[in-house]
């Protein structure tokens, strides 16, 4: 009966419905549009010092590469202003001896400048310049018939992910970060919006026992939840196409577990913060916020310092974050998920256990 009540009430808050679908949909397409870690055009200033046939090929090479975008001038202080105001991200200099060394097979130097207030693009912008310039060297002996002796060639493979697509890894990622969020938050709101109501104080009045109002409060936002999930795994794979090889049962079981956990963090925050502005901020502060940062969705945890990496192995959305990136690109793995799962479940036993604690049937 307290079950039907709470599923009555979703159905007629139009806030929980927005929290439980809308919510999601936004989020993904957040993460799968607006957050992307590929740079696919950066913009350069390529200065063209020498005009000789070789540093004009050589300048074409750039301009015509698919991942910059280039601001041709012929001296530095054209394109340096650009550079400080952060209207391009780097700059390539073909020096006024560029054609005369390559003609007498003297060694022709080319300068890279990144700009290094963001050292990511700082790194493509070497990465792919360097690039330009190998497969230019390449296509000059080509065209000139001369044999370059390369003792080794590399061959490289790319695993679970072979186009390097951050999308691909983002969306599996911020599927964990938002069922954090909507598990935490629904349970936490509900219950401090009962407390504001007054509702609370009736349903205490009533023989129902603490395990059937946890029960109760429950099962039908953990229903919810897992219709959240269909839609978020039905996006990415059909909307955003990413890649699925691993088992949606599998899935689903992490899902149920991670929920548990959410939702019972969601009953404890409502326990101690009985007003709906405190719940919710407490949701973003120990659900949303840790699970962004910290859960490896976005950020690599060998990266962060050592009493961080300990924290990690605290929030069920680390040991989610890789569960769901194994089964979207590398498929059932079972040394990596079930040491996940036993986690998750021991993390989810420990928040039932408090609310279970925390829980009295009294007003003060």
């Not at 401090?192 to 023989?207: K, L």
């Amino acid at each position: 009966a307290f079950m039907y009540k709470e599923s009555i009430q979703i159905i007629r808050d139009p806030s929980t419905i927005m929290i439980a679908f809308v919510l999601p949909l936004i989020m993904l397409f957040l993460f799968g549009y607006g957050v992307s870690l590929d740079a696919n055009k950066i913009r350069i200033g390529l200065i063209l010092e020498d005009t000789a046939p070789e540093a004009r090929s050589l300048g074409y090479a750039f301009q015509n590469s698919p991942y910059f975008e280039a601001t041709v001038g012929q001296h530095r202080k054209e394109v340096e202003e650009y550079l400080i105001s952060g209207q391009v991200r780097g700059m390539v200099v073909i020096p006024i001896d560029f054609g005369t060394n390559i003609q007498k097979n003297q060694p022709a130097l080319v300068q890279i400048i990144a700009d290094g207030s963001e050292t990511n693009t700082a790194s493509f912008v070497q990465n792919y310049a360097e690039g330009v310039i190998a497969v230019w060297l390449q296509n000059q002996a080509t065209e000139k018939g001369i044999d370059i002796n390369v003792q080794i060639t590399a061959e490289p493979r790319v695993w679970y992910n072979p186009q390097l697509k951050s999308r691909d890894i983002l969306l599996p990622g911020s599927i964990s970060v938002i069922m954090s969020l909507i598990g935490t938050l629904l349970t936490a709101l509900v219950v401090a919006r009962e407390w504001e109501r007054g509702t609370m104080e009736a349903i205490m009045s009533t023989p129902i026992l603490i395990s059937e109002l946890i029960l109760g409060k429950l099962m039908p936002y953990f229903l919810l939840g897992m219709g959240s999930m269909v839609i978020c795994v039905a996006m990415a794979v059909f909307v955003f196409h990413v890649p699925f090889i691993g088992s949606l049962l599998v899935v689903f079981l992490a899902t149920a577990i991670f929920l548990l956990a959410g939702l019972s963090q969601g009953l404890l925050i409502s326990t101690m913060a009985r007003n709906q502005f405190v719940a919710s901020q407490t949701a973003l502060n120990v659900a949303f916020l840790p699970a962004f940062m910290l859960s490896g969705f976005l950020y690599e945890i060998n990266s962060m310092p050592t009493v961080l990496q300990w924290i990690t192995h605290l929030l069920p959305a680390r040991y989610f974050v890789s569960i769901l990136q194994s089964s979207f690109l590398a498929g059932t793995i079972w040394a990596q998920i079930i040491p996940n799962l036993l986690a998750m479940s021991c993390i989810a036993g420990l928040f039932l256990f408090l609310v279970v604690k925390k829980s009295v049937k009294r007003l003060d």
